[in-house]
Nanobody, 123 residues
Framework: QVRLVESGGGLVQAGDSLRLSCAASGRSFTTYTLGWFRQAPGKDREFVGAIRWQSGNSRYADSVKDRFTISRDNAASTLYLQMNTLKPEDTAVYYC????????????????WGQGTQVTVSS
């Protein structure tokens, strides 16, 4: 099992930047895909982006491409989501997740989840 703890959410204005962190621990997470998802009220959980921890290969949802960047710090065992040019439609609870698949976009492919962190973007 991989344990994941998100932090860094908050209330920002449209156009601002925010960086989320996800501290990872547990068995062999460095061989996994680590993903970011988000869920707005009344909506399904949505893929944001994912990274293969070892290779650094990544993929992003079209809605965040060129605005969001995923990175990881091996020494700190921490995953990051740098969010720039935030929009009100980015408002959601953001989750990090770990899965054995390769950069999967389907949340059902992820086995372990953090508790989530709220991001609210005001217009």
């Amino acid at each position: 099992q991989v344990r994941l703890v998100e932090s860094g959410g908050g209330l920002v204005q449209a156009g601002d930047s925010l960086r989320l962190s996800c501290a990872a621990s547990g068995r062999s997470f460095t061989t996994y895909t680590l993903g970011w998802f988000r869920q707005a009220p009344g909506k399904d959980r949505e893929f944001v982006g994912a990274i293969r921890w070892q290779s650094g290969n990544s993929r992003y949802a079209d809605s965040v491409k060129d605005r969001f960047t995923i990175s990881r710090d091996n020494a700190a065992s921490t995953l990051y989501l740098q969010m720039n040019t935030l929009k009100p439609e980015d408002t959601a609870v953001y989750y990090c997740a770990a899965g054995r698949g390769y950069l999967e976009m389907d949340p059902r492919e992820y086995d372990d989840w953090g508790q989530g962190t709220q991001v609210t973007v005001s217009s």
